[in-house]
């Protein structure tokens, strides 16, 4: 395994409870929307890769034949098993799955879904082909992640300004969490479904409100950090200023990030 891949287990393994009850996760206006896109059928066979605490399974699960829900950290999983028991969702499995070598067979499913989690892949053109090959022609891939700032999120800026914001926006992202990799760009998201085969149905933004004291919780960062986070919003470039839109209401430090909500098939 991969010195990423295995930051990603440390991470996300010390941490899995706190996926488990984060609103962002739980809550995101997001995943409706997702399920609202998708319309899922009855029969279907699902698969959500990179699960986490299983909020985007669970959301599924009501509406599928049966839901696997795979990650890469056990410890996430266990999470996602008390979740299942929670709701009472019999048909919600979970699998120990790499999102760059999924152990399913190919053409094994009707929906592949991956919520707030791409950006921590390694090789998201891998995890793509990987989706592609383990879904019957006429599946469904349904995506949301956070993205990059770029003309269509940020308008008003040059090309320069832009990728300077995402540099630092991913900057800002990986101190925080270093199992961060790099939350990609509207353009890129789509030129890789592109290339993996994937025909891309509808896309949209969603703006999601973050409070930062949550956010910064919710990981464990370190208390010698946590004021350069703050620093790095409060000195940030116009374009990322833009983009993150930091504020106060209350007292309270916030700032806004933008999630990319794609649905693309496999051509039958």
Excluded at 32 to 38: D, F, K, P, T
Excluded at 147 to 154: F, L
Excluded at 239 to 264: M, N, Q, R, S, Y
Aim: charged share 20%; glycine share 6%.
């Amino acid at each position: 395994m991969s010195k990423e891949k295995e930051l990603v287990q440390q991470q996300f393994g010390a941490n899995a409870a706190a996926y488990l009850t984060s609103s962002v996760h739980a809550k995101g206006a997001s995943l409706a929307r997702l399920v609202e896109l998708v319309k899922p059928g009855k029969a279907w066979v699902a698969l959500d890769v990179a699960t986490g605490a299983g909020h985007t399974a669970a959301a599924f699960a009501p509406h599928v034949a049966r839901v696997v829900a795979s990650d890469l950290t056990p410890e996430m999983l266990v999470q996602v098993k008390k979740l299942a028991a929670e709701k009472g969702f019999s048909n919600m499995e979970t699998a120990i799955a790499d999102a760059e070598k999924l152990p399913f067979s190919d053409r094994s499913f009707d929906l592949v879904t991956c919520r707030i989690a791409p950006h921590h892949f390694p090789d998201i053109a891998k995890f793509l082909a990987e989706s592609y090959r383990v879904m019957k022609p006429g599946g469904v891939f349904a995506l949301v992640d956070n993205v990059s700032p770029d003309a269509e999120t940020t308008p008003g800026f040059s090309k320069t300004e832009l990728h300077d914001a995402g540099l630092g926006y991913n900057a800002f992202e990986k101190l925080r969490d270093p199992s961060h990799g790099r939350a990609l760009a509207t353009s890129e998201w789509f030129d890789l479904m592109a290339a993996s085969g994937l025909k891309l149905r509808h896309h949209e933004h969603a703006p999601k409100a973050m409070d930062f004291a949550s956010w910064v919780t919710t990981m464990q960062v370190p208390a010698e950090t946590v004021p350069r986070l703050k620093a790095m919003l409060d000195t940030a470039p116009p374009a990322l200023k833009a983009f993150l839109k930091p504020a106060k209401a209350d007292g309270k430090l916030g700032f806004t990030l933008d999630e990319l909500i794609a649905v693309a098939v496999r051509p039958a």
